[in-house]
């Protein structure tokens, strides 16, 4: 029997819904905790026990003494961080620990060197896996950094050195902009991550962001789960992933996977964790980061190797073994991830919260929603704005882009604006269909923000149709 009997749920919305039915699968029982403004979230609804952790003004999912607290009180043996909040936060990790609770994640020195994308780069130098060429270290200040890009070349990016989210990046195209962004990105960096430390690489051109799943156990076994394509993204924020990526040759799959599994290696990895690496026009990989935690699109991976990688991450965190070998894991279609924001497209994304007055899941093969709406939920403006993933499989390429054509048609959000026209825009373009694009894809196609022609009202014409027939007496 698992030695993990009661999990602390300590996050909210779709991800927290998503361990709790890890839980009711494994016979764990799922303990939630919600704030004053998540009282109606279905994540609350779901598990088998929740506590109140009181207005978010006390912290909310960030207030990890009280996290604690409530899992020592409701008998919890492990706690599962799922992603943002204290998912990257080493003193959670190291909480936990102190406290006996077992911390479903990597030791929090290893999450401590991770999310330190300086420390993270010279691991991997010193491990032999290629990275984006930068600076050494952090740049003390701009007249540091002048030389650095001067020799890796411009445009070079800035960015935040505990950095996540897409947030403190910016694209330095020659020294002026280097001296304008400097004090920004210093700002940005202070501002969300409570840390001045920033460092330069260069910028890849027509980069391609491909990251590759990884498993790890404590007996020495590490496994990758073969590789997502996070190319399209909005300010550097991940809109659509594929599983495999359509963009790359068995010779690249193989040659990324492999490095991935390295650098894991070189850390002493243990758990659930993604490698993100960059490519080049030319087919080069380079590390970028380390992500120590389950992320956003982990159910692609899901879907095309079969297996449950929650699952695996809390046995991991049990001190069982991985139930796979690298030999036992295959990979089968293709499988695309929708996230789906209430934001208004057509008006810079602005976040649409508010009531869901009507939901309708997607169904049919291959489609899988992890949500945390329902008809009636009123969505709280205190957290992020992604509200449920849309998930899809088929068995190759073409097949798929039909099916979430049809799944993105098929769902129902109503009451709020969402990015779900948004996305039925950017599947129907020629250019995606292909398979081929770069990070660039989404700010060079502004137009495809107009979003009320792109979906066709099938319904209006089936209501029109409907109303010719009765006028005909059919
Ligand atoms: P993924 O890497 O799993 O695709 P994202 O980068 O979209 O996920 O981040 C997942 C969530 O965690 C988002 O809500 C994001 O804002 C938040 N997040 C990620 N990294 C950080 C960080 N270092 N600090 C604060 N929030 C973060
Ligand atoms: P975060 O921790 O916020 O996820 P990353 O370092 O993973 O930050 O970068 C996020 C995104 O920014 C990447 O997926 C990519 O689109 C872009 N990016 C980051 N570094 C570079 C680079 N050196 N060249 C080109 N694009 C980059
Ligand atoms: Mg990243």
């Known amino acids: 029997m698992l030695p993990i009997r009661k999990l602390l749920i300590a996050n909210r919305g779709e991800i927290a819904v998503r361990l709790i039915r890890a839980c009711a699968e ?3 029982t799922s303990v939630a905790v919600f704030t ?6 279905l994540h609350v609804k779901k598990a088998d026990e929740a506590y109140s952790i009181g207005p978010d003004t006390m912290g909310g999912y960030l207030n990890m003494h009280r996290l604690i607290n409530v899992a020592r009180a409701a008998g919890c043996d492990a706690a599962h961080p799922g992603y943002g909040f204290l998912s990257e936060n080493p003193d959670f990790a190291a909480a936990c620990a102190a406290r006996g609770i077992r911390f479903v994640g990597p ?3 290893v999450i401590r060197s991770m999310g330190d994308k300086v420390a993270a780069r010279a691991a991997m130098i010193a491990a032999g896996v290629p990275v984006v060429p930068g600076s050494d270290g952090n740049l003390a200040d701009v007249e540091a950094a002048l030389p650095v890009a001067e020799k890796v070349g411009y445009p070079v990016m800035l960015k935040a050195t505990n950095g996540g989210g897409g947030r403190g990046i910016r694209l330095c195209t020659d020294p002026d902009s280097l001296r304008r962004n400097f004090d920004r990105v210093r700002s940005e960096a202070t501002r969300a991550f409570g840390s001045t430390d920033i460092f330069l690489e260069k910028a890849i051109v027509n980069p391609r962001h491909i990251e590759v799943q990884i498993l790890a156990d404590s007996h020495g076994n590490v496994t990758h789960l073969f590789e997502r394509d996070c190319s399209i993204q909005r300010r550097h924020q991940k809109l659509i992933e594929i599983a495999p990526s359509p963009q790359l040759s068995e010779e690249q799959r193989a040659f990324v996977c492999e490095a ?13 964790g993604t490698v993100e690496f960059l490519m080049d026009h030319d087919g080069s990989f380079y590390f970028m980061e380390m992500n120590t935690r389950l992320q956003v699109e982990h159910p692609i991976t899901e879907m095309i190797t079969g297996v449950d990688i929650v699952q695996e991450q809390l046995r991991v965190a049990a001190g069982l073994p991985l139930r796979y070998r690298q030999e036992d894991i295959t990979r089968r279609g293709y499988a695309m991830e929708f996230r789906i924001n209430a934001e208004d497209p057509e008006n810079d994304f602005l976040p649409s919260f508010g009531r869901i007055t009507r939901y309708f899941a997607p ?3 291959g489609i899988r929603t992890d949500g945390a709406i329902y008809t009636g939920y009123q969505i709280p403006p205190h957290y992020d704005s992604m509200c449920a993933k849309l998930i899809c499989w088929a068995l190759d390429w073409d097949l798929l882009l039909a099916r979430a054509d049809r799944a993105l048609r098929d769902i129902g959000v109503y009451g709020v604006k969402t990015t779900i026209p948004y996305h039925l825009a950017i599947l129907n373009h020629p250019e995606f269909r292909t398979g081929v694009f770069d990070t660039g894809f989404i700010g060079a196609h502004p137009e495809l923000t107009q979003v009320h022609e792109a979906r066709p009202n099938r319904n209006l014409a089936v209501v029109i149709a409907a109303a010719l027939a009765a006028h005909h007496g059919l």
Not at 36 to 41: E, G, L, V
């Open 26 to 28: 494994m016979g764990i």
């Open 36 to 41: 004053d403004a998540d009282r109606h979230a």
């Open 107 to 109: 030791s929090a020195a």
């Open 260 to 272: 991935a599994v390295t650098a894991a290696r070189a850390v002493k990895y243990e758990n659930a």
């Open 363 to 365: 169904g049919g093969p």
